[in-house]
């Protein structure tokens, strides 16, 4: 496995450009941009910086870029390419987290080589440039790097990558997409974590040990999140029965993210609207109301307002996603909400004649299982609900 290695400064790892070669940046949108060559007359190798906005490489979710720095908020999101060559490296932006020293929510990145992580810290300063491959031979690879930390609590972003090769290209998408539509369960909060008496922390989040991550990976799809911990449909968790309005997914749904923080420009995520042309999902997965039962509890009046408030936010995926199959799931950490759950799916129907939906309950975590930050599930509780959302994605997906 390649170790990836921090430099201290923005430096490529064969030093400075000799005097009298270019090193300036200046590009056309659309084309790579590359530094003046310095070619290697045995393997014509070439060294070489590009950005992930000019078509070198695949995005990977829900993504936005600013002034040449893709920014990074949804967790699974960031960037595929492959290369033929010996080294490669990429320089990240940290965002507001990183920028005011906010340790227990800076932006946790994994970057994986032939899908070995050689990579996986929170980043820690508003710039820093890792070194992620290096050979003494040419090599093909192909090189991922993916957001594990969720939206809600930092964002980062993917300034610019270099590397010594003779290709660099985008990689091919699959043909299968699912998208996961969820809390903190779906986001992996303190999936890491030693037991329930841990606290939340970015450093033991991590969304390639969900069971949503697992289920795509198990059916050869490729998986995007809209995730936010605490969010429900009509409250996010409420420790006092009083309601979250703060915390609900419907307004965020069409946005490219929901951060804390801001992009260096001030704007926030929560407020640019997401293009829905920018992937097509054959399957959304909604795994919302855990949060909501906070605020229900065992009152009818408020249990049969997150049924018509499920409804509407189906109506409201559905008019952004006209093709794909919905399925609607709850449990792991609770199921009390799911007979409302039922009910609005069978609403919806009637409503609006759309057949290309079902539900799911999601097997309760186990103590045996152990439990991960603040009671949620370990990996083991995510592994187990994984294997069971595959069985029913294979039956209604015939994948």
Known sequence: MWKAIITAT???????????????????????????????????????????????????????????????????????????????????????????????????????????????????????TFSIFSSATTEMVTIRVIKLSESTQSSCGIREIRAIASEVGPTEGKDRVIEFIGDSITCGYGVEAENQNCSFTTATENVTKTYAYYTAQAVDAEANFVCFSGHGIISGYTADGTRS???????????????????????????????????????????LGTNDQSYCGDDAARKQEFQTGYTEFLKQ??????????????GI???????????????????????????????????????????HPSEASQSSAGRVLTEKVKEIMGW
């Open 317 to 330: 995926v559905r008019q952004n996603n006209p093709d794909a199959a919905i399925l609607c799931v709850l």
């Open 245 to 287: 309005a703060q915390g609900v997914v419907p307004p965020l749904y069409e946005k490219i993210g929901g951060s804390s923080g801001s992009l260096p420009d001030g704007t926030a995520l929560s407020s640019i609207p997401w293009e829905f042309t920018g992937y097509t999902p054959n399957l959304i997965v909604i795994n």
């Open 333 to 375: 950490m609770g199921q009390d909400l799911f007979p409302q759950i039922e009910a609005a799916v069978e609403a919806f129907r009637a409503q609006t004649g759309d057949e290309n939906i079902d539900t799911l309950a999601l097997p309760l975590q186990r103590a045996e299982d152990g439990y991960g930050a603040d009671w």
């Open 10 to 128: 923005v430096v490529f790892s064969l030093g400075a450009a000799p005097c009298g070669d270019s090193w300036h940046t200046n590009y056309t949108d659309g084309q790579l941009r590359t530094v003046e060559m310095m070619e290697n007359k045995e393997n014509a190798l070439q060294e070489q910086i590009f950005y992930p906005e000019d078509g070198s490489v695949r995005l990977l979710g829900r993504t936005y870029d600013q002034d040449g720095t893709l920014w990074l908020s949804h967790a699974g999101t960031g960037i595929e390419f492959s290369m033929e060559g010996t080294e490669a490296e990429i320089t990240f932006a940290g965002g507001s987290a990183a920028e005011n020293k906010q340790e227990n929510i800076l932006p946790r990145i994994g970057v994986y080589v032939n899908d070995d992580l050689v990579l996986d810290t929170r980043l820690d300063q508003e710039e820093q």
